[in-house]
């Protein structure tokens, strides 16, 4: 069993950032892809970006090019999603998930769940 556990939510400022980090201590880590799901409070939830096994193979929804990057590192076997230029509409639930299938992970099918964290942007 993998567990996930996210950090790094909370309430900011529109324009500001946070950066979420989501930890495991599982020992296969390096074998797992990673994403960053969202939902807002009555709506679906969404894929916001994902990183495959290296930092080279990395996937963005458009509302979040430009804004966000997903990264991650093996040695600490944690996941990162830097926000930048928040906006109201990033309001949301964040999770982290985990599969060995990119595919998986891509279509929201992710063996692997954390138990969420919270962002809020407002004034």
């Known amino acids: 069993q993998v567990q996930l556990v996210e950090s790094g939510g909370g309430l900011v400022q529109p324009g500001g950032s946070l950066l979420l980090s989501c930890a495991t201590s599982?020992?296969?880590?390096?074998?797992?892809?990673m994403g960053w799901f969202r939902q807002p409070i009555g709506k679906e939830r969404e894929l916001v970006a994902a990183?495959?096994?290296?930092?080279?193979?990395?996937y963005y929804t458009d509302s979040v090019k430009g804004r966000f990057t997903i990264s991650r590192n093996t040695a600490k076997k944690t996941v990162y999603l830097q926000m930048n230029r928040l906006k109201s509409e990033d309001t949301a639930t964040y999770y982290c998930?985990?599969?060995?299938?990119?595919?998986?992970?891509?279509?929201?099918?992710?063996?692997?769940w954390g138990q969420g964290t919270q962002v809020t942007v407002s004034s």
């Open positions: 998930a985990a599969s060995p299938s990119l595919y998986s992970v891509q279509i929201g099918q992710s063996e692997y």
């Open positions: 599982t020992p296969t880590f390096s074998s797992l892809t």
């Open positions: 990183i495959g096994l290296s930092n080279s193979i990395t």
